[in-house]
């Protein structure tokens, strides 16, 4: 069995490596993509090299752009790559452009697509990376759904019958890196002089809270007025935006810092003890790792993480510095991500399908 992984940002690096070490177990061939979506080392490289995953085998390079001129740049260039390689499977990764690309250049050239966290749904049409989400769900042929909640979205708009629920790789690598940092005092921690426990850890991306200098302007005023220190992981594009508006990133109890290799961004949460985030990853991380979470968005694609109160929605920004301060969620044992093994069943779920085409 041959399969095409196609990524190009942060949390697909993240999901690519249980995904990668569980193809090389069964015997796979294995071929990564790498878009280029994100070009910055420390959103791209440093997660191959820390959590183990083989170089890419084809890097795009395709960099920034609007989402215009990055999709269409990615879908000219994977047409070539799929030509050449001729999967049994096209895999592809959350809700990116890349995943967009990807999906569409497989799709015309009649090679299967399989989607990785197929069915998450904000139900906000404003969102790019719904419009990502929706559109590869109706185009792929197989539909990996994280929990039974993407699973129930998909057979409401009739896709039923492509749906197999494996549970979520996010789960499987954050599992592994959380056993193999705890014990480990958190860099950050030493290079800020934070107090463990006693400040939260933060991330901020999305268009609709970069893009209007306004909005982005109160969510930096938010952050800064917690009663603890706010260690803002400003991306690049996060920068720019707020030099652009004028906007110091550096003001009251708010401190800027470059993003954080993955093990250490789980070093950082678990010595924090809070998140504030936009980032549908890192609300799900940071339920896993049982760290309360305020998420600066009207709506979730984990809303297991809200209903068992590990996670509250806010639209004003006003409200971060009274939800960092609210009582503690209560205890759960509850799983609804899976237990840790899904890459595992994903990658039998292909050689399954694959054996009965043959």
Known sequence: MKILSVVGARPQFVKLAPIAEAAIAAGAEHVIVHTGQHYDPMLSDVFFAELGIPNPDVHLGVGSGSHGVQTGAM??????VID?????????????NSTLAATLSAVKMHVPVAHLEAGLRSFNRRMPEEHNRVLTDHAADLLLAPTEVAARHLAGEGLA???????????DVLYRVRDEVSGTPSRLVEELGLEPGGFAVATIHRAENTDDPDRLRAI???LAAADRPVVLLAHPRLRARADAA???????????????????????????GAVVTDSG??????????????????????????????????DDPADVPRSL????PQPTDATPYGQGTAAQLVISELAARVADAR
């Open 75 to 80: 879908l000219a260039a994977l047409d070539a």
């Open 84 to 96: 050449e390689h001729r999967p049994d499977w096209v895999l592809v990764y959350g809700d990116t």
């Open 161 to 171: 019958d492509r749906t197999v629920v494996v549970g979520d790789v996010m789960t």
């Open 220 to 222: 930096v005023a938010g």
């Open 246 to 272: 004028g906007i110091a990133l550096d003001s009251g109890n708010l401190v800027a810092h470059a993003p954080l290799g993955y093990p250490e961004l789980i070093s950082a949460v678990m010595a924090g």
């Open 281 to 314: 990853g890192l609300q799900k991380e940071a339920f896993l790792l049982r760290v309360p979470c305020t998420t600066i968005r009207t709506e979730t694609e984990w809303v297991e993480t809200v209903e068992l109160g590990w996670n509250v929605l806010i």
């Open 325 to 328: 301060r609210r009582a503690a």
